[in-house]
Each structure stands twice: as C-alpha cells, then as structure tokens.
C-alpha cells in the first residue's frame, strides 16, 4: 500500500522506559502527512476502523509492555472533532479532540438519566476539557467501538449495538458502564503520559 510504505513511524524511550510516540513522513512532519499517515493506517486496519485514524506508534519491547509501562502521546497532530487510537497495555486507548459542540453537548445530558451516572466533568482532566481518553472496550462483550457513529456523537459498537456519547458514556444498547477512563496525566497541554496518574506524582 503505497502510503503505508512513504510513512514512517518513529518514537524514542526516555530513561525510564518511557515510549514517546510520534509520526513522521520522510520529510518534515506537517498536519499534512499527519492525516496522510492516519488515512492509510485507516485503510490498513479496514473499513470497521474507517473514521478512527490510527496514530503510529512505538511500541516498548514486550517485557516493558508486559509491566505496564507507560506512553507518551503527543496531542499536536490531532485536530479539533478527531479521534485516534493509540495502545497501552495492547489495549485500544482512544483520544478524542473533541469540538465545543461536542463539550457542549457532553454536559447537557442529565446525569440521573445516564445508565452509570457520571458528569462529563468527571470524565477529563481540568482545564483539558477537550481532551476525552478512554479505552476502546465496550463495556459489554468486549468489542472495540466504532469512533463518531450512532447517535451521540461519541461510539457505536456493532457487536450488538451499544451507543456512547461524547463522553463516552453509555446511552443505548446493553452495556452496561461507560467506556473506562486509563490512568494518564498531562505532560503538558500537548503531551499526555497514558499509565501514570497524577496521584504518582503527589
Ligand atoms: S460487545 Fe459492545 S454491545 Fe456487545
């Protein structure tokens, strides 16, 4: 696949075993190549993930992966109303770029109608409120949810049908929790570490 060969993936490991993820074409890396780079991962993986770029990354060796070890994601390429996949732990990890209409819509919804209450609020770092990470399992059988499908704005998993919101909240079908939120922390307000809370850091 012609696209999937000019793009190159690239990444580095700190001294702690760290694997910072990026993606890069063979030239300077733009916006550009960044939505070149997505659309052929899209196509590699099928047409199931079609509107869930898959952002490149490198992955630790598999002891490091097998103990947990964090990831660094740099937010810069994704645009506003994207979402990507990224994997920690070899499970799928959404990042949502999600738009203010998206927001907005998130925390309309009465949470005492919500299946398993929780504020969107709840659900992001502050100050990061368009920032939504969560895992890619539904919380039913365990497949993976389509990105920006349904009618929430958020994911539909075709498996048997659940739909989440812009929050990745459960509000149709039989799953049974929102889709989980990973432990992670802002670096800073365009890099995120997936598997350290801040917690670790007090
Ligand atoms: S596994 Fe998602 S609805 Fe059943």
């Not at 696209?3 to 700190?14: F, L």
């Not at 063979?26 to 052929?40: G, K, N, Q, V, W």
């Not at 998130?106 to 659900?123: C, F, G, I, K, Y």
Request: proline share 7%; hydrophobic share 40%.
């Amino acid at each position: 696949m012609k696209g999937a060969t000019a793009a190159r993936t690239g990444g580095s490991r700190d001294k702690k075993g760290i694997a910072n993820v990026t993606t890069m074409s063979s030239a300077e890396p733009t916006r550009r190549d960044f939505l070149y780079i997505a659309t052929s991962a899209v196509a590699a993986v099928g047409t199931a993930a079609a509107l869930v770029p898959l952002i490149a990354q490198m992955n630790p060796d598999a002891s490091t992966v097998a103990a947990g070890a964090p990831v660094d994601i740099d937010l810069g390429p994704i645009a506003a109303g994207q979402i990507v996949k990224v994997f920690w732990r070899s499970q799928p990890i959404f990042i949502s770029h999600r738009t203010q209409k998206e927001i907005d819509e998130a925390r309309a919804v009465d949470t005492n109608s919500l299946r398993d209450p929780q504020t969107d609020e709840a659900r992001v770092k502050p100050g990061h409120d368009q920032w939504l990470v969560v895992i890619g399992i539904c919380t039913h059988l365990g497949c993976i949810p389509l990105a920006h499908q349904g009618d929430y704005d958020g994911w539909f998993c075709p498996c048997h049908g659940s739909q989440y919101d812009s929050s990745g909240r459960i509000r149709q079908g039989p799953a049974p929790l929102n889709l989980f939120v990973p432990p992670y922390l802002f670096l800073s307000d365009s890099k995120i570490r997936i598997g350290e809370s801040e917690t670790a850091h007090t």
